[in-house]
């Protein structure tokens, strides 16, 4: 696979989490998928950068139901 192509998968979330991240997106400018890929890049630039998936001072998760 060339390194710009893109890889489809298939990405099952809980409707919650989905309505949080439009309203994420959409406040960033941003398509859902757009945003999903945006987030997934700084988990990992963040983790080159030091070894860790998130940072250390990262607010404490908020209660929603993901299967």
């Known amino acids: 696979m060339a390194e710009n192509a893109k890889k ?3 990405l099952r979330l809980s409707a919650k989490l ?5 309203a994420w997106a959409e406040d960033d ?3 859902v998928n757009g945003q ?3 987030l997934l890049t ?3 630039r963040q983790r080159k950068k030091n070894g860790k ?3 250390e001072d990262l607010d404490p998760p908020f209660e929603i ?3």
């Open 29 to 31: 400018f941003r398509s």
């Open 53 to 55: 998936y998130v940072p």
């Open 18 to 22: 989905y309505n949080e991240i439009a």
């Open 42 to 44: 700084e988990c990992v």
């Open 65 to 67: 139901e993901i299967r």
């Open 8 to 10: 489809q998968i298939p």
């Open 36 to 38: 999903i890929e945006y």
